[in-house]
């Protein structure tokens, strides 16, 4: 058999928070999500299905952009509540062997010394598996929990992030390889003369360091983005190890990795050293008519609470959208939210735009398993690589298993992706093809 040809990844969607709890197959998760079990599950079930990483979306806030208001946030369970992601990681490494795990953790949130010494200690800890999604919010409210009035204007947050990504990775490799030596009679655990402050002074921070623990397994744990706008995707071509990305069609998803290639060339790196996964969503059953029955009934249970949707585009685009006739399209609109994201909206309706949000429109990968198989397999053939970022926001344990026992293990027959994992760390298995 060939080398596979693309990686799969789950997209936690909406992080640790609860999930599916109004759908049947739920079980009891609505009262028990906050145990980590649904996601060491999931975590396990990938495991089995060979999947390179998951991500663990995150804010930090309860959002009141609709309407002025937490109600339908709250009413929903839609973006709030929401846990810590970097407390759930330790579970989902104590579960597995060999899963990436990428908790999202924001520049705006943390300081920088905070953030390097936490992945560092969680790389520690896993062995060598985690990563950091490199976020840098965009949330007025999120911004408020943390002694701001409002987020730094869009540019200015990616200013920001590359001295605070410079500092994360100066402190990663402030202890020598060699710097632990270990000898009990001199004694001397570690050489000064090998553990190195870094002295880092930019125009928005300042760091003393070195950190305050040695060199972790992969050094630099894998550095995850998802940048959109032309400043996000530079952010993104300087400092990515993987992309996660959200494209409706084959030729958008085909000349958005063109131009993250040409930038990483642009900039001196390798192109094949950062792997674009796109999002997808799935929906596998044993036939095409019951699987396009689901799709269809989810679609009428976003059209009934279309409300939900409106209040979760509000966030993101940073935008109350209850302000506009959900029938009349939309004017030019200027954001200091996902500016990517609401570049595309205008000349569309709102109730358009919700349903597209709620049903992730895009490519149908709606049928049995191999009719869904191959839709990935021809879609990965026309974009060149490097893979999918799953994801359901609303998944149940019924879900996991028809993508991880069902799904994948077809994209595995054919030869498409990984049956196994050849090293030991995260950022190996990712680059080995
Ligand atoms: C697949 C995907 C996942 C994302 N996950 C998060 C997240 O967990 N937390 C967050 O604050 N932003 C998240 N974002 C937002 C991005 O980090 C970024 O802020 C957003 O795409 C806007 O960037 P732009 O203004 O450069 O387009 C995500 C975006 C995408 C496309």
Redesign the pocket.
């Known amino acids: 058999m060939g080398r596979p040809h693309f990686h799969l990844a789950w ?1 936690l969607s909406r ?1 640790y928070s609860p999930k599916g709890w109004r759908q049947d197959w739920s079980g009891d998760t609505a009262e028990t999500w906050m145990s980590p079990d649904l996601f060491v599950d999931l975590a396990r079930g990938m495991e089995r299905a060979c999947f390179d990483y998951m991500i663990l ?3 930090s806030h309860v959002p009141y952009k609709y309407q002025g208001s937490h109600d339908t946030y709250l009413k929903y369970a839609a973006a709030t509540p929401k846990m810590d992601p970097a407390v759930l990681v330790p579970y989902l490494a104590q579960a597995t062997k060999h899963v990436g795990l990428v908790p ?1 953790l ?1 520049t705006t949130e943390y300081q920088p010394y905070m953030l390097a010494r936490l992945v560092n200690t969680l790389d520690h800890a896993t062995q060598g598996r985690v990563g950091w ?1 490199m ?4 949330s007025d409210h999120g911004a408020q929990n943390y002694g701001m009035d409002a987020q730094y204007p ?1 540019d200015e947050r990616y200013d920001r992030a590359d001295e605070f990504a410079e500092i994360v990775t100066q402190l990663w490799e402030s202890w020598d390889p060699d710097a632990v030596v270990l000898d009990r009679d001199t004694p001397m655990f570690a050489d000064g003369k090998k553990v190195h402050p870094i002295h880092y002074q930019g125009k928005y921070y300042k760091c003393r360091g070195p950190l305050n623990a040695p060199r972790s397994p992969q050094v630099r744990p894998v550095l995850c983005q ?4 032309p ?2 995707q530079a952010f993104a071509g300087r400092w990515a190890d993987t992309i ?3 494209a409706d069609t084959v030729e958008q998803m085909k000349a958005f990795r063109m131009g993250v290639r040409e930038r990483a060339m642009a900039a001196g790196r390798d192109p094949d050293g950062i792997k674009v996964l796109f ?1 997808a969503y799935p929906i596998v059953d044993t036939s095409m008519e019951a699987a396009r029955d689901r799709r269809a009934r989810e679609r009428q249970e976003h059209i009934d609470h279309l409300d939900m949707h409106l209040a979760l585009m509000s966030t993101t685009g940073g935008i109350d959208f209850s302000q506009f006739d959900l029938d009349e399209p939309l004017p030019a609109l200027t954001t200091n939210g ?4 609401v570049a595309r909206y205008q000349g569309k309706t709102t109730r358009q735009l919700a349903l597209a949000n709620a049903i992730k429109s895009g490519i149908d990968f709606t049928g049995t398993v191999d009719h869904v198989a191959s839709v990935m397999e021809e879609t990965m053939q026309e974009v060149g690589g490097d893979g999918f ?1 799953l994801f359901n926001g609303e998944f149940t344990r019924r879900y996991i298993m028809e993508i991880t026992d069902g799904l994948v293990p077809e994209l595995k027959r054919r030869g498409l992706t990984r049956t196994g994992y050849s090293h030991k760390h995260f950022r190996d298995n990712l680059m080995e093809f």
């Open positions: 997209f992080g979306e995150d804010s999202t924001s999604n976020v840098t919010g965009s869009h998802a940048g959109g706008s400043r996000g996660i990305a959200s999002l996902h500016q990517s994201t970022l």
